[in-house]
Each structure stands twice: as structure tokens, then as C-alpha cells.
């Protein structure tokens, strides 16, 4: 990890807890600021790894065991993250879907691991904020992703993610705040190169308030959105590419802003995105892929896997054998995902389910075998082309000019 995230003090050094008193503790993590979402999405991922040897230790004895918790090095690490989450975070989507947060905090609070009462409370606490604030979720959005059921609980990623009111993954800067709490909804001239009717973000327009920008799907285009909920290609080029998930789902090429799954329990999956969030259970290897059923991370439960309607959807799909849309992220570890993006890269078919792997929590994991289905054109990796990459890199540029703008 980067030496300038976290520094180690020792001896009398100070620390600020949670409830702002001062202590001194011995190699006790002082976070500073950590500014991009990457650098938040990668620090939030390794403080989780190092929290669940104390997970697991409560879960196994079903109460904290061994020296005073206010000794305890993994402890003393919870409390100042979990600090750092309540007063430095600001929670969008892309964050929850790319590090499962509310699955970690969930795990604090959750009765079953026995955690100290202190920890699960605060962590109850920053669990209820962010579902109070809607994860940072953005009028406009899809909203199918409770019915779905998600791997994420955000997505998220170049690609991975819905537009929130912080920085954007691409680089671009939140615009000023209004100070007067109105909200004003700016579309896109049909002539722009990049948001207008031929460029790589038709279908997207842009919303101003007191909580800085974001995007959102045009409502001027609304009849040209389409459903996502269609088995097979729903009018899909193989190769086609999309800048974020907002556009993928505009195009129907899935329906769920966060969950990496789209589908019904009854009929089977419609959709999946492929992306890096169960790294360790998940495998791409172009024409098969292993994929992790939802919640396999955080499950505590040995003999049964996680529940989720989007799991269920994915048996489903093994059952009817119904073919599922693959999208491909520039996060993914395979060979062939796009350079930024998602990127539909053709139909697939459940044909196995492995429930043999073990989480760290020693929580069953459910694993779904999807095999390419063949007769289709090869995966386009060309996709995106230098072209898009181009307009992709200059979404933080846009500065307005031209558009329509009507306060909401």
C-alpha cells in the first residue's frame, strides 16, 4: 500500500479514535487524506483484508477472546477506520459496488459474528447513514437492483459504476455546489461529438445541485431506452462498448445500476458483469468463466451458500438454459477485457454450479461455469478503439456550453 495513505506512528504518537478523544497507541494506523476513488476504493480493500482475522477470531468463539479489546492491534485499526468511513468518505455507488463496504460493515454489526458491542454498534450507525443517503445513488438511475440481487453491493471502475456526486473515476472534478438547493438538469446539443446523437454518451444527460454533478439518463431520449430485461442479444453487437454502466444500461444491455447480476429467480439471468470484485473465486478465461455467486465473500454460513436473487437467477439460467449477456469491465484479470468501460462481449450458458470453496469467514461459496456459446463472431478486443478511448479521456472536460438547462 502507499506509503503516504497510511503511516505507522510509534511510542507516545496520538491518535484521534472515533469519538475525537486523543490516546496514545503503538503502531496504530493515522490515515491521511486520500483523495481519488481509486486510491479510496483500493485503501478501503486492504483495510478490510487486514479486519478479518478479527472477524473470523469472534465468529470461531463467538464473543472477542484474548487480551483486552482496547489492546488489540486489529481493534484499535476497526476504530480508526471506521472513523475515517463515518467523517472522510463520501459513499456513491462505484465505492459499494467495488469493495462490498456494506458487506464489511454488515459483518460488524451482524449478531453472528458476536463482535464487541462498541464496534457493531458504530458500525450499525455508518451502515444505517449511507442507506439513509441511498448509497449516493442518483435519481435516474436503474432501480432494479434489489430485485436483482448484487454481487456488489457497487458494482463499480472505468465502467463499473454509476455517476456520483464525488470525483469520477475518469478524472473528472465535481462541479460547484448551488447555493440555493436547486437542481437544474442540463442536456446535451444532438451535434455534440461526445454527448450528442452519434457519440459515446447519447442517451446521458447531466444534473447540477447543491450536492455537486452527476449523471443521469436523459429524459428527452426516455423513449429511446431499452429494456433490459430480454434473454439473448436485445439488438447488441458483439464488441460494442460502453464509457459507464449508465450507458450500458440505456442501451439494454443490462439492467441493474450496482448488481453485477440482472436476471429474475423464475427465468434465469438476462445479464452479468464481469468485473474484479471476487477475485479470489472468480476466473475469466475468455470463452469460460468462473463466476462467484452474490455475497460470497462476507458469507459466515458453511452449508449454505449466500442468498441472492441474483444467485437464484443464475440457477435459474442453468435449469431453463437460457443464454446470458457477458459485459466485460476494465477491471477484470483477464486477457481481453477493454482498456476502460464495459464492453458486451456475446452470450454465455450456465452449465455448472461448484459450492466446494470456502470464504475466510469459512462461509460457503457459490461458484457458476458459463461456457461462450459458439456461432457468434470472437471476442472484439479492439474494442474500444483509440477513437473512444479519446472522447472517454475528455468526459472531465465537458463544460457545458451549449446545453439546455431547465431547473427542476
Not at 451482524?110 to 450507525?125: G, L, Q, S, T, V
Not at 440457477?315 to 446470458?324: Q, T
Not at 466446494?356 to 469459512?362: D, L, V
Request: charged letters at 30%.
Amino acid at each position: 500500500m502507499d506509503a503516504d495513505w497510511v503511516k505507522v506512528e510509534r511510542d507516545d504518537t496520538p491518535m484521534v479514535g472515533a469519538s475525537g478523544n486523543v490516546t496514545a497507541r503503538k503502531d496504530i494506523p493515522v490515515y491521511d487524506e486520500i483523495k481519488t476513488i481509486k486510491e479510496q476504493v483500493e485503501f478501503i480493500k486492504i483495510q478490510r483484508e487486514g479486519m478479518k482475522p478479527v472477524l473470523v477470531q469472534c465468529r470461531k468463539t463467538k464473543g472477542f477472546r484474548g487480551k483486552d479489546p482496547e489492546e488489540n492491534e486489529g481493534l484499535q485499526r476497526l476504530t480508526g477506520f471506521l472513523a475515517w468511513l463515518d467523517t472522510k468518505l463520501q459513499m456513491t455507488p462505484e465505492i459499494r459496488e467495488r469493495t462490498t463496504i456494506d458487506a464489511f460493515v454488515r459483518q460488524v454489526f451482524n449478531p453472528a459474528i458476536f463482535f464487541p458491542a462498541a464496534y457493531a454498534d458504530k458500525a450499525k450507525a455508518l451502515h444505517d447513514k449511507w442507506e439513509a443517503e441511498n448509497w449516493g445513488k442518483v435519481k435516474g438511475e436503474s432501480s432494479d437492483d434489489a430485485k436483482d440481487g448484487s454481487r456488489s453491493p457497487l458494482k463499480r471502475s472505468s465502467g463499473d459504476h454509476t455517476e456520483s456526486s464525488s470525483k469520477r473515476s475518469n478524472g473528472q472534478q465535481v462541479a460547484a455546489a448551488t447555493n440555493d438547493g436547486v437542481k437544474t438538469l442540463y442536456v446535451p446539443p444532438e451535434n455534440d461529438p461526445i454527448w450528442g446523437r452519434n457519440g459515446i454518451m447519447h442517451g446521458i444527460a447531466i444534473r447540477r445541485g447543491p450536492a455537486g454533478k452527476s449523471n443521469l439518463m436523459n429524459p428527452r431520449l426516455s423513449h429511446e431506452k431499452r429494456e433490459a430485461k430480454v434473454f439473448g442479444h436485445n439488438g447488441l453487437e458483439n464488441g460494442q462498448w460502453f464509457p459507464f454502466r449508465l450507458n450500458a444500461i440505456f442501451h439494454g444491455a443490462h439492467g441493474a445500476s450496482q448488481a453485477g447480476i440482472s436476471g429474475d429467480s423464475q427465468t434465469g439471468a438476462y445479464s452479468i458483469v464481469v468485473s474484479s470484485q471476487y477475485d479470489e473465486f472468480d476466473s475469466d478465461l475468455k470463452d469460460t468463466i468462473i463466476y462467484c455467486g452474490a455475497g460470497g465473500n462476507d458469507n459466515t454460513n458453511p452449508d449454505q451458500a449466500a442468498q441472492s436473487a441474483g444467485s437464484s437467477a443464475l440457477r435459474a439460467s442453468r435449469r431453463k438454459g437460457n443464454d446470458v449477456r457477458v459485459l466485460r469491465t476494465a477491471t477484470g484479470h483477464s486477457v481481453c477485457v477493454p482498456s476502460v468501460g464495459l464492453r458486451y462481449d456475446g452470450l454465455y450458458r450456465v452449465v455448472g454450479v461448484d459450492d466446494t470453496k470456502r470464504n475466510s469467514y469459512g462461509g460457503m461459496v457459490e461458484r457458476f461455469k458459463l461456457v461462450r456459446q459458439p456461432d457468434q463472431p470472437k471476442i472484439d478486443e479492439s474494442r474500444p478503439t483509440s477513437r473512444e478511448v479519446r472522447q472517454y479521456n475528455m468526459i472531465g472536460q465537458t463544460t457545458l456550453r451549449g446545453w439546455t438547462a431547465t431547473r427542476e
